[in-house]
């Protein structure tokens, strides 16, 4: 079974630049999560999908952040315009029926 | 805030002994645990899961223990060896399923 791929790895942009990450789910796992994990720290929820709709956006910062699974298989994250806060791994994982996750290796990102 | 955090940030164990990793939770009502293990540029692996209705349960060299009185949950990794080392994650099972993860503990196997 493929996992779940993210692109790209890494990324270095300079603040108020925007940048767009890419998750592609494992085949047939209808929710999908992107997690921000701050150096040192445990993997924050930004959002969850599920298909193609939001099921909790709470915790992404709206007025820079956003998401879409158009078609309910893959999803993208976009940041517009970035901060230096924003400096972290963001995280992919999808989830079939049971409880288990698989989380994709993520996209390093750098603002300087 | 986080309602599940780990006790040490780092433990540093030679290798061949056994290591323990606590992890201390404030929510009462969670009834499923999951532990991670992250290893450097990788996202984080299943390791072993334990719901609330059981105290122990056991894989291949990790146990994992739950204390429900205390809301204290441990993994035990039986004889360290070097690939054990990486940095482990204590999640708490929450609405729809999303989990809410503690800060980490960082495991170094000293050879």
């Known amino acids: 079974e493929a996992g779940v791929a993210q692109s790209p790895r890494y990324k270095i942009i300079e603040k108020r630049q925007s940048v767009a990450f890419w998750c592609n789910p494992i085949s047939g796992h209808a929710t999908l999560y992107w997690y921000q994990q701050i150096l040192g720290q445990g993997p924050k929820l930004l959002i969850q999908f599920q298909n193609n709709g939001v099921v909790d956006d709470s915790q992404l910062p709206k007025d820079r952040f956003s998401a879409e699974r158009l078609k309910g298989v893959d999803s993208t994250l976009k940041i517009q315009p970035a901060k230096l806060e924003d400096s972290a791994v963001y995280l992919c994982?999808?989830?079939?029926?049971?409880?288990?996750?698989?989380f994709g290796s993520g996209t390093r990102l750098t603002v300087v | 805030g986080e309602s599940v955090g780990l006790h040490l940030p780092t433990l540093s164990v030679q290798e061949g002994d056994n290591s323990i990793i606590n992890c201390a939770y404030s929510?009462?009502?969670?009834?499923?645990f999951i532990w991670y293990k992250q290893e450097s540029g990788k996202g984080p692996q299943f390791i072993i899961d334990i719901r609330s209705n059981m105290d122990k349960r056991q894989g291949q060299r990790v146990t994992v223990l739950l204390n429900k009185t205390v809301k204290h949950l441990s993994l035990q990794i039986a004889a360290t060896q070097p690939g054990d080392s990486a940095v482990y994650f204590c999640a708490e099972k929450g609405n729809d399923y999303k989990l809410s993860f503690g800060a980490g503990t960082t495991v170094t196997v000293r050879a």
């Open positions: 929510n009462s009502a969670s009834d499923y």
């Open positions: 994982a999808s989830r079939g029926s049971g409880m288990g996750y698989t």
